[in-house]
């Protein structure tokens, strides 16, 4: 079979070329979920990356890291052919479609979800294949590898179209609508389909001891799932202009929620590169309280309450359950879905990388830097919360003390900053700025609700933080903000400052700073989080621009009056978006997605930026 053509001989709206095994863009795939889990499925409706059961378990399908570590390929074997793909309107349903000369036929792929917190719950992959016009042979190879690539399960067939396959813990069936065949450790099938035929395959992770399901409904489940998520988006608040962007964003979000727990996850994917070829490869499959606590003002501005007051729930027992330490603070900085300290950080050798990026990493030290900013971040989504919503309880209220209590004694410690340096640690400016927040939304909601807080000491310490900014943190001569007490360089984080109202928008401080940011850190509407040629962070080579700052940029623009500007730039960022409107963390000078993907923090960014533009125009 001939190889896929270059990714410079296709457009955004499809691809032309014959099915092979060239390793799929970090763009090219859609994501589908069960609010568990996800799953990524390439443009040519290969699914390359699942890990069963939850975010941060080992792949079953690794082949976005490595072929080796399992994928399930569906493809239209005659012909030549080009694909499209594309969500079922409002929804996580994703269609791959592959148009020949003799016909055409699209692949539909989900995990059905029947209704919110359902106790019956099961989880599994549907594939869906439909001849819509002419005949087609369709082929599928599904090639399970789990842990991340070193086991080849044994498979057991009940029958020609019921199969069993288990590796170790892990218990998958197959039900299938056609004859499937074993052997090599892959499973495979192959058919021709009329106009209005479809055969049916569905991927089932199951409890130990448990039975195979009879064959899906699948029509059923399609229905079921497309109305799941379009009565929940129905709930948003939103009815701008770029009502499509944040729709997409805000289901994109809801994708990276784990419902039985309440808990955002930063993105459902590991070591994707930062860089191709280099080291700035991270496992995102965990809760950052930074980037859960921004996903929670995303998600509350858009009227999603449920989700906000299960984060909630899930926050109060990291703040009740005391797992920090001095190094750390009362707050770690990241943890697994389930609360827990995650796995220590380690390198998968056996796993080449994507595009030969190595380390593969799994597991993440950052849970163990200190990282100042958090606070900001939690105690300012707590204060939205409280404004908007139900409100936080008198447990929480004693738990929060607690910690500005902490953060008072604290503020003043070098540490790794909101891009978790690895590095020698430093007096960040965003940390200071963050701790402001954190204090300064304790005093504003603690006079909102009258609840009980030393206001004279926390007044005092928010304060100082603020003289030690402006003091220590400006530099006269370059006419900014820097990124840390007498630092020579300046970091895009600093454009939180009037997002966060430590400065009006039109002071004269803060549009002098703009100014520098634009001229050392901005390419055309691409922001870099700051600049590596004059500075270290602990980590060898270049990565791409960061979506969430070049959000960020858009939203102070806004703030700024430029709107044009904003506008501008905010048109812009929507052209790097993948041809489903999802963006991994960053994105090279060439357009290129870099990081992992989908990331929360680019949809959180976006949600917030076009919801001020927009209120804003006229």
Same mark, same amino acid.
């Given at each position: 079979m001939a190889a896929a053509v270059s990714r410079a001989e296709h457009d955004e709206s499809g691809r032309t070329h014959e099915h092979g095994d060239q390793q799929a863009q970090i763009a090219d795939h859609g994501v589908i979920g069960d609010l568990r889990t996800c799953?990524?499925?390439?443009?040519?409706?290969?699914?390359? &990356?699942?890990? /069963?059961?939850?975010?941060?378990?080992?792949?079953? $399908?690794?082949? %976005?890291?490595?072929?080796?570590?399992?994928? &399930?390929r569906t493809w239209v074997v005659d012909g030549h052919t080009r694909t499209t793909q594309f969500y079922l309107p409002d929804s996580a349903i994703l269609v791959t479609r592959f148009l020949t000369e003799d016909g055409v036929a699209e692949v539909h792929d989900l995990f059905p979800l029947e209704r919110a917190h359902d106790p019956d719950h099961r989880q599994r992959?549907?594939?869906?294949?439909?001849?819509?016009? #002419?005949?087609?042979?369709?082929?599928?190879?599904?090639?399970?590898r789990p842990d991340y690539g070193r086991v080849v399960p044994d498979v057991e067939?009940?029958?020609?179209?019921?199969?069993? +396959?288990?590796?170790? *813990? =892990?218990?998958?069936?197959?039900?299938?609508?056609?004859?499937?065949?074993?052997?090599?450790?892959?499973?495979?099938?192959? &058919?021709?389909?009329r106009a209005g035929e479809e055969a049916r395959f569905c991927?089932?992770?199951?409890?130990?001891?448990? @039975?195979?399901? @009879? !064959?899906?409904?699948?029509?059923?489940?399609?229905?079921?799932? /497309?109305r799941f998520w379009r009565g929940w988006l129905a709930q948003s608040t939103y009815r701008g202009r770029w009502r499509e962007m944040v729709d997409r964003s805000a289901i994109t979000l809801k994708l990276l929620t784990h419902e039985p727990s309440g808990a955002i996850v930063a993105a459902p994917t590991t070591s994707l590169p930062e860089e191709i070829g280099g080291e700035r490869n991270w496992d995102y499959r965990y809760v950052w309280i930074r980037d859960a606590a921004f996903s929670l003002y995303a998600l509350l501005r858009l009227g999603f309450t449920d989700e906000a007051e299960s984060f909630m729930r899930w926050l109060s027992e990291r703040l009740g359950d005391d797992q920090g330490n001095d190094d750390v603070g009362p707050l770690r900085n990241l943890y697994?879905?389930?609360?827990?300290?995650?796995?220590?950080?380690?390198? +998968? @050798?056996h796993l080449r990388g994507y595009a030969g990026s190595r380390p593969v990493r799994v597991g993440n030290a950052a849970a163990e830097q200190l990282q100042l900013d958090i606070y900001g971040e939690l105690i300012d989504s707590v204060y939205l919360f409280n404004k908007y919503s139900a409100?936080?309880?008198?447990?929480?209220?004693?738990?929060?003390?607690?910690?500005v209590e902490w953060l008072i004694e604290n503020w003043e410690r070098p540490d790794a900053g909101m891009w978790e340096i690895r590095d020698d640690p430093r007096p960040h400016t965003v940390s200071r700025l963050m701790c402001w927040v954190a204090i300064e939304r304790m005093m504003r909601t603690a006079r909102q609700r009258g609840l009980p807080g030393d206001l004279a000491r926390w007044g005092e310490a928010r304060d100082a933080i603020h003289r030690r900014i402006v003091e220590e943190c400006w530099d006269d001569e370059v006419g900014a903000f820097m990124a840390a007490e007498g630092a020579d360089t300046v970091d895009a984080g600093v454009l939180l400052m009037p997002l966060v109202k430590f400065l009006a928008p039109n002071d004269p401080r803060w549009l002098s700073t703009l100014q520098v940011l634009e001229e050392r850190l901005v390419s055309d509407s691409l922001v870099f989080r700051y600049d590596l040629g004059h500075t270290t962070d602990g980590l060898d080579g270049?990565? #791409?621009?960061?979506? =969430?700052?070049?959000? &960020?940029?858009?939203? /102070? =623009?806004?703030?700024? !009056?430029?709107?044009? *500007?904003?506008?501008? /730039? %905010?048109?812009?960022? $929507?052209?790097?978006?993948?041809?489903? #409107?999802?963006?991994?963390?960053?994105?090279?000078?060439?357009g290129d997605q870099l990081g992992n993907f989908p990331q929360a923090f680019t949809h959180l960014s976006l949600i917030s930026a076009a919801m001020n533009l927009d209120r804003r125009l006229v």
């Open positions: 799953a990524l499925v390439s443009t040519e409706a290969t699914i390359d &990356w699942f890990c /069963a059961g939850r975010f941060d378990a080992p792949s079953v $399908f690794g082949g %976005l890291l490595d072929p080796a570590a399992g994928s &399930w992959i549907v594939r869906r294949v439909v001849a819509v016009r #002419g005949t087609v042979r369709v082929r599928t190879e599904l090639r399970a067939v009940l029958d020609p179209r019921r199969l069993v +396959l288990r590796a170790g *813990d =892990l218990c998958l069936g197959l039900s299938a609508s056609h004859d499937v065949e074993v052997g090599d450790g892959v499973l495979s099938a192959e &058919w021709v389909l991927l089932h992770v199951l409890d130990a001891g448990a @039975d195979l399901p @009879d !064959d899906e409904d699948v029509a059923g489940a399609l229905d079921r799932t /497309a697994d879905i389930d609360g827990a300290v995650p796995a220590e950080e380690h390198e +998968l @050798d409100g936080i309880s008198l447990d929480a209220w004693a738990d929060l003390t607690r910690v270049p990565e #791409g621009t960061f979506s =969430l700052c070049s959000f &960020w940029y858009v939203e /102070a =623009l806004t703030r700024a !009056d430029r709107l044009d *500007d904003a506008r501008l /730039a %905010l048109e812009k960022m $929507f052209t790097y978006a993948n041809h489903l #409107g999802l963006y991994a963390e960053q994105v090279g000078l060439t």
